[in-house]
T-cell receptor
Framework: QKEVEQNSGPLSVPEGAIASLNCTYS??????FFWYRQYSGKSPELIMS????GDKEDGRFTAQLNKASQYVSLLIRDSQPSDSATYLC???????????FGDGTTLTVKP | NAGVTQTPKFQVLKTGQSMTLQCAQD?????MYWYRQDPGMGLRLIYY???????DKGEVPNGYNVSRLNKREFSLRLESAAPSQTSVYFC????????????FGSGTQLSVL
């Protein structure tokens, strides 16, 4: 099993809808989780981090972590065409001292 | 504030040639990383440096070497390039070893013919 797995996508939603991106992880990744957004041809940029069970909201973005189910998600409310990008889920293992990334989910928001 | 600066942005090599990718950060970060990204795939860690003077292998270290020259600079060397090393390379840094929010450079598109 890969350490971090994401829905393969691609995901397409209409403008104004909620986009839901999902990620599962193995026992080897257990401390902190991050969502990075990567526009085509650009480098990843951090948009959300979550460290404890529950929800964390930042504007239109909500990250959800369920450690019992080893599940992390990112919800984007009121999706905009500018949200069209690849979203990378990453899990950080403090013992190993490094992050492991999923393969990414490409989101397209259609006007 | 430049953040993380990588050079070059593009490079074409012939099989067997060598080259060094340069990376520098001006955020006083302790940890630095080299990732590669292949089409449709996430980021795979090549090497990382938790602090000045230390380096460790990541998931895909074969064919690469690194040097943490000082706190600011972390270089990646391909001694004998192979077509399988065609990829986009990203350098990243983070502020402490136990709080890995990564800040990325703009990337290097490398093609090995």
């Amino acid at each position: 099993q890969k350490e971090v797995e994401q829905n393969s996508g691609p995901l397409s939603v209409p403008e104004g809808a909620i986009a839901s991106l999902n990620c599962t992880y193995s026992d080897r990744v257990s401390q902190s989780f991050f969502w990075y957004r990567q526009y085509s041809g650009k480098s990843p940029e951090l948009i959300m981090s979550i460290y404890s069970n529950g929800d964390k909201e930042d504007g239109r973005f909500t990250a959800q972590l369920n450690k019992a189910s080893q599940y992390v998600s990112l919800l984007i409310r009121d999706s905009q065409p500018s949200d069209s990008a690849t979203y990378l889920c990453a899990g950080y293992n403090t013992n190993a001292g490094k992050s492991t990334f999923g393969d990414g989910t490409t989101l397209t928001v259609k006007p | 504030n430049a953040g993380v600066t990588q050079t070059p942005k593009f490079q074409v090599l012939k099989t067997g040639q060598s080259m060094t990718l340069q990376c520098a950060q001006d955020m006083n970060h302790n940890s630095m990383y080299w990732y590669r990204q292949d089409p449709g795939m996430g980021l795979r860690l090549i090497y990382y440096s938790a602090s000045e003077g230390t380096t460790d292998k990541g998931e895909v270290p074969n064919g690469y070497n690194v040097s943490r020259l000082n706190k600011r600079e972390f270089s990646l060397r391909l001694e004998s390039a192979a077509p399988s090393q065609t990829s986009v390379y990203f350098c990243a840094s983070s502020d402490t070893f136990s709080n890995e929010k990564l800040f990325f450079g703009s990337g290097t598109q490398l093609s090995v013919l």
